[in-house]
């Protein structure tokens, strides 16, 4: 059997954070906003770990703020084709991979974007997992749509909040954003549920955290898989379920610039600016196992990697091309400090500050 190549989009394929831009474009003070939201998220995915919800959830949460805002689904489609932004060599990285492996992208991204990210590409839609929504059939009445914008104005002006290291509870947070956290929580657990529109929100499911974890499962049960013939590209909090599920059934996981989230939970950490290394760490990986792959891994380097056997072509196009020479790193116990401080100032450097800095 072939293997099974598994990535997140938005990171390892893409540079984009679609449900960033998305607000950003259409919702007044959007940057801010989604910043705010998406760090609430995080609290409640990697703190508080509330039950039933799942890291990413920020894709559901503003949804109706962007109905709000008269943003319909065609806009959606129109803004994310418009502005694709590709990690340099992924499209031949993804048909160096697709010679000898099953291919499928996870992610949360809302499948507007998913849709166009694969006609850009030449990526089989059907091979993706994403978060599924529709503006338009959403109902919504002129006194909601007051109301949520004015809560818009609310949220973009809340201080950001800073989660301390170690953080267990509310109380290990300062008093300042322990008002913002309880303000947070009134508006999405106590007010919008009463409303007709988030009702239908309700509904949606953000693949992330969790639901990708339940998607790398889906997939090997279909192809009737071994998790030793599977490879998981991720860089964020919404892959450290997968990550982790795939590093522990013997499986590579790879963070590829990623923050801490990622890094913690992977075998191998990538700081690139190119996405053939993905291509190169997939042959070495599908051709000599796992074990025999990290040991060549950890000694990083053209000469090793020709030595393996990596095809010159290839890695003369990796090594030739890229401004800065790609790096990878085994994740120990003892490195991992210094490798999230290294993969986290990287994915800034490449994807932005203002996304870069997004759980």
Known sequence: MKGVFISDCEGPISKNDNAYEIASNFIPNGDSFFCNVSKYDDVLADVFSKSGYTAGSTLQLILPFLKACDVTDRQMEDFSADNIMLISGTQSALKYIESFAKCYIVSTSYEQYIKALCRTVGFPYENTYCTKVSLDKAPISLQEKNALREIVREISQMPLITIPVNTKNLLDFSLKDQAVIKRFDEIFWEELPKMSVCKFFSN???????????????????????????????????????????????????????????????????????????AIIADIFYRLGKEEALKILSVWSKKSLEAAGVDLELLNQLFGSAKRVPKVQIVTRESIDSIVTESSDFRKEVRGVAIGRLG
């Open 204 to 278: 949606v499911v953000a693949v992330g955290g969790e639901q990708k974890a339940k998607s790398v499962l889906d997939i090997v049960k279909r192809l009737e898989a071994s998790f030793g013939d599977v490879m998981y590209v991720g860089d964020s909090i919404t892959d450290a379920e997968a990550l982790s599920l795939v590093k522990k059934n013997s499986g590579l996981a790879v963070s590829f610039n990623g923050n801490s989230y990622a890094v913690k939970n992977a075998d191998a950490a990538v700081v690139s600016e190119n996405n053939l290394v993905t």
